[in-house]
């Protein structure tokens, strides 16, 4: 076997704390290293073109780049590698950087551990074997879940490239929450015609299909290749896409769960959605004092709401305004801890509802009782420092976004994760915010944490564009780790098989061993964990493996 | 940095929801969230305002970043405690707890005096059956306004056919109010001395008298494996169950006070409701601050033991108009310390309080 070993400074980040020079002269003397180099950057193009070059000259069998986390720059290296004719799965990343250099700075205790952790790699590497990325054809059709505007967004835009939709709804009506909205912030315009003008370019569209009042009651298959069973008002359906767009939104927070706010108890203490479709029928006093109060079901630990809902703070003000509108000489304080008037425009709008004559005062509300002269607000006014008490005739709650309520049915009905909000978890929540764990399988919209509505078709065009562009050409590579069996120690006790989420590992009755479906295995690994006799593992993360990694790490230097 | 106790004090954004929650805010100096923003940066607090706290817990329960700003007074006053910087009441209650295991300093040896007038025998839970185990509490084991409390409560049970036993004179102060003022070693040795009997005796269940001490054992003594309830929701399990049979009317328009350690704190709103809506010809009326938003009456935190300085109408007062207006005939409750502050007013403005008990031995 022949080994090259390459060995980054990155610049002054490893150089600087760990002595390169000894790390290379302690790899020269090694058994089977052919190559041992090291240079100031390897992601850069002499650096790359070092790699490629040693791995084709020498005709290397393993290469270990000790240099940053494998996280990054994985794909290039890989792709080095393979020019150099050695197939790329036969590459090891160490990383000297991240969990080295720049973890101490003492320079003997860092080039130690260097050695160890690129020993580890070494042993390690020598289990490896060739491994095939392999191509599967997918279906060129998408799933979408949910029909509110995020849903339909994405609808539209793989419509619009040609790609079969299927758009799934449980309610009778497409549209959502913004279909109920009577002034949508910043055009005032009433929500139901924004829904009504998506809604009538997806019916005229052959590749689209709408399923109203629909739930799904199954889900099975692998990422290219789904299949969801549907219950509609005409019978059960089966329809199969490539890949799936969760967008199944929020549900609005009920205020009943804050008893100190009088919600429910008092028909003068109502939400901001409330305010805006039942203005007329308050019977308001030809001057009415109202209260509007911001953050109600947000920024709140109480009720397991830590987080900011992001647009209640447009509603608030937006209330305060649908009030001064219809009643010039009223009287309207609104109750806050922050402004957040985030979107564009917000601020402006914040700034244009002062001058219309809203008071702003910074406090979050103590308590709202009843009394027959109105709704007694306590709180503290914080900039003066004083408890006020203030009679009201309407108190108006500005209230937040709540997970949806099928949240739990669809996370386990797909297998994807939920976050502590209980919203959609996202793969990473910067470099990939539509992604779930799950290829193929994408979330859009509020399901996966407050939005406003233009965030929300964003989100839902993003998602689609990734799905796109996943199942664009009709097929798609997967990675090869998946699951593998050892017929000579698998007893047929079957455990792997109960662990298996992904239902990829299925028992042959003849030969009464188990066999892993490849083209469903997610390659999570729990089947290794689970498996008593050790006879089921990973593809190229084989326990002999990690042992001897393990070993070469407490081994004697 | 700040260390971080119990209560979480960097956290808090000054929004305000506590003081705006508080029973203390506006008429008395007192400004939680002025005290927890000083908290935040160590700045000197005025050492007689932070005993206007009366323990109620609104600013603890609805803080929406859990800062729990009730604990952030504990730990003022614990550092003023330590330093002996304490009204000279509190001081006189912490000896008698030491001395005497209740802070009115009251003989030990006569904790079970309230025993005396009844027509049947108490025993010592150790030496019945089921191991029930009723925890009398120290102002209805001595003050005599209240001892009537627990001897209702006895004979009560003793119709409904439950069986139980006291500590007597081995029962300690629950310690609740005590680490409320900010006395948490003493705490400790109370909370040690009472374990050790309850488990010497093997106790099973605890039916506590007072919400105080209820809160107590059941949050404060850590998982002790004891079934820990308040007397209301025993004696409604037997009203319902059919045990306890109410035999005569009680025609009075009756308004109920949520006690905090009860209520807000405790979640106990519908048992002493459920007992007063069982009495044939009770028309129950409400608050209008009932249930999470009752008014606190004053009396908790180590407010018992002392007066703070400053003049200002009590809240005890505010109900009690409030009653008037509304017509009540009576005020029930069911606390110790809610009856004694509630009775002050209410006897100078001819209005009458009741512990639950002493309407049911009316109607029983």
Redesign the interface.
Known sequence: MKIGIFLCHCGHNIKHTVDVARVKEYFQKFLNVAVAEDYPFLCSEPGQELIRSRTEAEGLDRVIIAACAPTLHQDMFKDLVKKGGLNPFLLRRVSVREHCSWVGDDIGKNTDKAIRLIKAGVYGSSHYIPLEEKQVDVTQSAMVIGGGVSGLSAALFLSNQGMHVYLVEKEAELGGHVRKLRNVWPSGKDGSELIDEMVETLRDRENVEIFTSTRMVSFGGSFGNYEATLETPAGESTVKAGGVIVAIGFAPFDPISKPELGYGKDKRIVTTLELENGLDELGLPANPRVAVLHCVGSRDEQIGKPYCSRVCCINALRAGQTVKEKFEHSYVESFYMDVRAHPKGGEEFYEDTQEKGVLFTRGNVGEIIPTPAGVLVRGEDTLFGELLEREFDLAVLSIGMSPPKDNQYIASLLKITLDKDKFFLEAHPKLRPYDTALKGIFIAGTCSGPKDMEESINHGRASAVKLFGLLNLGYAFVEPFVAMVDPKRCSGCRACEQACVAKAIKFDDGERIVRVEEAACMGCGLCNSTCPSSAIGLKGHADSSINDEVGAILEAI | MLEQTVSRVLTC??????????PE??KTPF?I??LVRKQQFQSAIDEAIPWYCTSCG?CT??????VKPSEVIIDIRSLLVEDGQIPLAVQKALENTFTQKNPWGRSRAKRAAWTENLDFEIRHVSETAEKRLLFVCCIQAYDPRCMVIPANVARILNQGGVEFGILGEEEACCGNEIRRIGEAGLVEELQEENKGNLQEYGVKEIIALSPHCMNALKKEYGDMGIKVSHYTEVVWDLINSGALAISKPFEKKVIYHDPCFLGKQNGIFDAPRNILGAIPGVTPLEF??A???SLCCEGGGGRMFFEVETIYQRNAEVRVLEAIAKGADLIATACPFCVMTLEDPATEKGQVVRELSEILMEVL
């Open positions: 954004i000054q929004c305000g929801k506590c003081t705006g929650s508080c805010s506006g400004n969230r002025m609104a329960l609805r803080c929406p970043r859990d209008s601050r249930r999470e938003t």
